[in-house]
């Protein structure tokens, strides 16, 4: 096997902030990579150049794929890269660069969950739910600004050499939306933070199960709708539980509307903590509820399953991948309360069945760790580097 370190350059338009979710992932791989004795420079949002258009599909459309063309066009001028790794599909002008250059190394797409799978879902839980998508005037560019954005993703398979995406979902939408992706698509799931994992999670007791916990975005995507309405049957239904809501301070007035006044006083509502603080709290609670509407990695899900958490998940993103092979949690019908309240009454009907769920979800995640996720990556590099080389020795 090959073991001759590879140097490797990240491109990501976030800060490099390891607790929070797509910079978190660009941040804890490029640690994996090094921890393998690969050579990893990072490029980050600070590093792109001034941003000049505030609005955020404009800036996506226009100005990103310039900022990502540059910095990486300044970066390979100076130094030899093997692999150069860049998250979105606004990379696409660099990727189409590098191409006309003859950049003989790898030229990599790192989706973090796939913004094509997003635009085909999200529209019709908008409609259904009664919530727009952006505000007037805005709401009348909105469905043009995403046709154009998703315009990006051909060209994005097109000049780069391999998409890396979190999720087999992911996956099987991407190639069926863009055959020619077939053959450059690889799945690599993300990893789990080693501070969940080699840490003992406590016994998962009867206790811990009269306790729900939920740790996301204050986000329309991530189905807050769902989690109150679930949160207003159960509760009700059982007087003896209750809930820790973790999410950003500026939801919190949205959500205390969402609760009817009956529970309200038994939904612990928190600000964002640290990693630390966050592991204290999946210990300390037994059930984790993720009723997102659409999920690439499904990070706090994979951390929750760390903890030894009975989890109680949307089937979509990498949630299915993680839960439905072994049973290690419940799988729930995207956007079915009814279906939520049912899976989560397990835990109070039946918690030796929950508790055998939560030891194979622990199974699972045990074996995401980034240094896994970082030796597919290696992998999947020097596989595309092998094919550059014979296809350049044929022509």
Known sequence: MNSTPLRILTVANVPPDPNSGAAGTVFHTNVALRELGHVVEEIWDKDLGPRRIQHGNLHSWIEQPKLYRDVVLKAVASKEYDVIQMSQPQAWLAAKELKQRGFGGVIVNRSHGLELRVESVMPEWHRRLGVPESRFPRSLLTPVMKWLLSGQWPNAVKYHDAIVVPCEMDRDFLVTSIPEAVHKTYMIHHGVGAEFVDVPPRALDESRLRKILYVGQFSFIKGFHILAEVLNRTLAAQDDVSCTWITAEAGHAAIRELLH??????????????????RSLYDE??????????EGAGKASLEALARHMYVVASDTGAMRDYIAPTQAGSLCEVGNVGDFVQSLELAWSNPAEAMCRAEAGRAVAVEKSWQRCAENLTAMYRTVLDQKAKHRKVS
């Open 285 to 294: 609670h037994g059930v984790f509820v993720f009723p997102s509407f659409f």
């Open 261 to 278: 006044e009956q529970v309200r006083t038994r939904v612990q509502l928190s600000g964002w903590r640290p990693h630390e603080e966050l």
